[in-house]
């Protein structure tokens, strides 16, 4: 870059990459199958903590393994539920932890369609209701206003969605209106031109989810479809990892080289499109 500017650049370049700050993953655990120093420098927390220097990306690189180990403090409370109940009678305190959940307060022993339990989820009276409790699970649970377990799990989803552009319309609205009347997805569908034959193709994976494709289980299988070029799973999971990573680049070789199947395989292009920036665009910037 040449002109008023030229200094600025020159600067940027050198500054470019560096660190600007330092944190921890609240969940993440490094696996490893020697001493980790041999693959990773170390440090300290502020609170004394134990951590590697490499971020997730980088640890891949050295052969570490990461996964993400959270709970949520509503673990703690079922577990005092079930201990009451032993103590007090209810059920066999000597029963297996897993046996005793589950004849319990599992979620398949619920009453999951009672109305006046989803009516106490729309008054936000429940608590730890897992994401439910922040500001965006609230305006979704407005929006929505979820009756089934699977309505509730994929506003779940949808909540973390960001809109494809400035000022385009917001997820959690949009599964509200594809909700409230399912003819909307199918008009968006008719927009990017896809055919009624193809449409029936995607009831199976977006129906139940009202249209959206919301999490990486979905678009991994919409792109294995034979219509969709026929990716293996392999190639699916490189694409979620993409997405879920926030690696752009990646993202943009895998997307190069799915239009070039596309064109290898003379594939129907308006269902490629639509797949490929409606449902698999959905997850970009974040993946659940």
Same mark, same amino acid.
């Given at each position: 870059?040449?002109?008023?500017?030229?200094?600025? !650049?020159?600067?940027?370049?050198?500054?470019?990459?560096?660190?600007?700050?330092?944190?921890?993953?609240?969940?993440?655990?490094?696996?490893?199958?020697?001493?980790?120093?041999?693959?990773?420098?170390?440090?300290?927390?502020?609170?004394?903590?134990?951590?590697?220097?490499?971020?997730?990306?980088?640890?891949?690189?050295?052969?570490? $393994?990461?996964?993400?180990?959270? &709970? $949520?403090?509503?673990?703690?409370?079922?577990?005092?539920?079930?201990?009451?109940?032993?103590?007090?009678?209810? $059920?066999?305190?000597?029963?297996?932890?897993?046996?005793?959940?589950?004849?319990? $307060?599992?979620?398949?022993?619920?009453?999951?369609?009672?109305?006046?339990?989803?009516?106490?989820?729309?008054?936000?009276?429940?608590?730890?209701?897992?994401?439910?409790?922040?500001? &965006?699970?609230?305006?979704?649970?407005?929006?929505?206003?979820?009756?089934?377990?699977?309505?509730? +799990?994929?506003?779940? &989803?949808?909540?973390?969605?960001? +809109?494809?552009?400035?000022?385009?319309?917001?997820?959690?609205?949009?599964?509200?209106?594809?909700?409230?009347?399912?003819?909307? !997805?199918?008009?968006?569908?008719?927009? !990017?031109?896809?055919?009624?034959?193809?449409?029936?193709?995607?009831?199976?994976?977006?129906?139940?989810?009202?249209?959206?494709?919301?999490?990486?289980?979905?678009?991994?299988?919409?792109?294995?479809?034979?219509?969709?070029?026929?990716?293996?799973?392999?190639? +699916?999971?490189?694409?979620?990892?993409?997405?879920?990573?926030?690696?752009?680049?990646?993202?943009?070789?895998?997307?190069?080289?799915?239009?070039?199947?596309?064109?290898?395989?003379?594939?129907?292009?308006?269902?490629?499109?639509?797949? !490929?920036?409606?449902?698999?665009?959905?997850?970009?910037?974040?993946?659940?």
């Amino acid at each position: 870059m040449d002109g008023k500017y030229a200094e600025v !650049w020159k600067v940027a370049k050198y500054i470019a990459g560096l660190c600007c700050g330092v944190g921890s993953h609240a969940g993440g655990v490094i696996f490893y199958d020697e001493p980790i120093v041999n693959s990773t420098a170390l440090m300290r927390t502020s609170n004394g903590d134990v951590i590697t220097q490499y971020d997730l990306h980088t640890l891949e690189e050295v052969s570490l $393994i990461k996964i993400d180990l959270l &709970s $949520i403090e509503a673990l703690d409370r079922m577990r005092a539920c079930l201990d009451l109940l032993g103590e007090y009678g209810y $059920i066999n305190p000597m029963l297996p932890l897993r046996q005793r959940y589950e004849d319990t $307060i599992g979620v398949y022993k619920i009453e999951r369609d009672d109305p006046e339990m989803w009516k106490l989820i729309h008054e936000h009276k429940i608590e730890s209701l897992f994401q439910m409790e922040q500001q &965006s699970g609230i305006k979704g649970i407005a929006a929505v206003k979820p009756t089934t377990l699977e309505e509730l +799990a994929t506003l779940n &989803s949808v909540i973390r969605l960001m +809109a494809p552009e400035k000022g385009a319309e917001q997820p959690v609205d949009k599964f509200a209106r594809f909700k409230k009347n399912i003819n909307e !997805w199918y008009k968006e569908m008719d927009k !990017w031109g896809v055919s009624k034959d193809k449409q029936k193709l995607l009831e199976p994976y977006l129906l139940e989810s009202s249209g959206m494709c919301e999490s990486q289980e979905r678009f991994m299988s919409l792109v294995q479809l034979p219509e969709c070029g026929g990716f293996g799973l392999a190639w +699916a999971d490189k694409l979620r990892k993409s997405v879920a990573k926030k690696n752009p680049a990646a993202f943009l070789e895998l997307e190069k080289e799915f239009y070039q199947r596309m064109e290898e395989q003379n594939l129907d292009r308006n269902f490629c499109k639509y797949v !490929w920036q409606v449902c698999v665009g959905a997850s970009r910037g974040y993946g659940f």
